[in-house]
């Protein structure tokens, strides 16, 4: 079965500094691989998606993720953070027939 | 495009009551799911629609949950009796096409209490 793992239930930052959320995947065959948004009292919203193409994927807001089968990671990062960042950011993969299984989740707060 | 409508976006009910959520999805969407989530963790799925058929229902508690989608537009998922546990977010989603990594778009969710 396919399954993420977040690292981090929460994690800090100063606006202006690099942001980092770990997410590891399990999976038994080549995953899609997301990463959504969810802001207070919103619906979730998409980030950015790994779908086999390239490793390096852009996002939108500046975020992006690195797709590495040899340490089954999938981590999201951004190089500056702003503060309407703050959110709680989830690690999402296609379980097969666009089945997803969602990590806990991370919440990110960004202190001005 | 219009988004995800879900309603009502609120509801308290006693346990033991019964509920019902409306979704309609974006429209030409031919899949639809319903997830779960409750406070502190990730969505969960319970039940997934290709047009008006079930693709999954694996981990939807069949017991007390329903759910159903007539002419492959609209949707429901009903909840009878309630018990306290199903205190969540009820989110509804949908995706133009099913199959590996096609883009999921969320509606803002109903949030039940059950006290």
């Known amino acids: 079965a396919q399954s993420v793992t977040q690292l981090d239930s929460h994690v800090s930052v100063s606006e202006g500094t690099p942001v980092l959320l770990r997410c590891n995947y399990s999976s038994s065959y080549s995953p899609s691989l997301f990463w959504y948004v969810q802001h207070p009292n919103k619906g979730l919203q998409l980030l950015l998606k790994y779908t086999s193409a390239a490793t390096l994927v852009k996002g939108i807001n500046g975020f992006e993720a690195e797709f590495k089968k040899s340490e089954t990671s999938f981590h999201l990062t951004k190089p500056s953070a702003h503060m309407s960042d703050a959110a709680e950011y989830f690690c999402?993969?296609?379980?097969?027939?666009?089945?997803?299984?969602f990590g806990k989740g991370t919440m990110l707060l960004v202190s001005p | 495009e219009a988004g995800v409508a879900q309603s009502p976006r609120y509801k308290i009910i006693e346990k033991r009551q019964s509920v019902a959520f409306w979704c309609n999805p974006i429209?030409?969407?031919?899949?639809l799911y319903w997830y779960q989530q409750i406070l502190g963790q990730g969505p969960k799925l319970l039940i997934q629609?290709?047009?008006?058929?079930?693709?999954?229902d694996s981990q939807l508690p069949k017991d007390r949950f329903s759910a159903e989608r007539l002419k492959g537009v609209d949707s429901t998922l009903k909840i009878q009796p309630a018990k306290l546990e199903d205190s969540a977010v009820y989110l509804c989603?949908?995706?133009?096409?099913?199959?590996?990594?096609?883009?999921?778009?969320f509606g803002p969710g109903t949030r039940l209490t059950v006290t």
């Open positions: 629609f290709q047009n008006n058929g079930v693709v999954d």
């Open positions: 429209s030409g969407h031919a899949t």
């Open positions: 989603a949908s995706s133009l096409v099913s199959g590996q990594g096609p883009e999921q778009y």
């Open positions: 999402v993969v296609d379980s097969g027939y666009s089945t997803l299984t």
